[in-house]
């Protein structure tokens, strides 16, 4: 296990940096990590679910710290409830393949085994 400060791999930060923790990582592979909603975000819109698992499929995705990426495409995303305020997410990503610099990811977004997100994204790996 690396670094579980999100933010050593991302640029984003508060408000925006939708993980507060890296529970497991497997580079260029999978990864884990939790999010508790808060006051801040008033209700957390559904589609900030599908932000937090880009975030995290980066953090997957990369062999290195500070290597970077974007976010090319959703390719698809089916939604459950939404989440409520003081839930803690358990989020996943999991690199399914790479070609090139981009990275077809799946991953989810769950509370207490509880479906909210499932989603399947394109990154893409390094600068612009």
């Known amino acids: 296990m690396r670094n ?3 933010s050593a791999y991302l640029p984003h930060r508060y408000p925006f940096l939708m993980l507060d923790r890296v529970l497991e ?3 260029g592979s999978f990864a884990r990590a939790r999010y508790r909603t808060s006051a801040a975000l008033r209700s957390l819109p559904q ?3 599908v932000e937090a698992v880009a975030q995290l499929s980066g953090i997957a995705a990369v062999e290195r710290q500070g290597e970077g990426g974007f976010l090319a495409t959703i390719d698809r995303a089916s939604f459950g409830r939404p989440p409520l305020l003081g839930e803690t997410l358990e989020v996943e990503a999991r690199v399914i393949k790479i070609f090139g610099r981009l990275c ?3 991953g989810q ?3 207490d085994g509880e479906e909210l997100l ?3 994204l394109t990154l893409g790996i390094g600068p612009l």
Request: proline content about 11%.
């Open 4 to 6: 579980t400060d999100p």
């Open 25 to 27: 990582q497997q580079p």
């Open 47 to 49: 589609t900030l679910l």
């Open 104 to 106: 077809l990811m799946e």
């Open 109 to 111: 977004v769950t509370v």
């Open 118 to 120: 499932q989603v399947t």
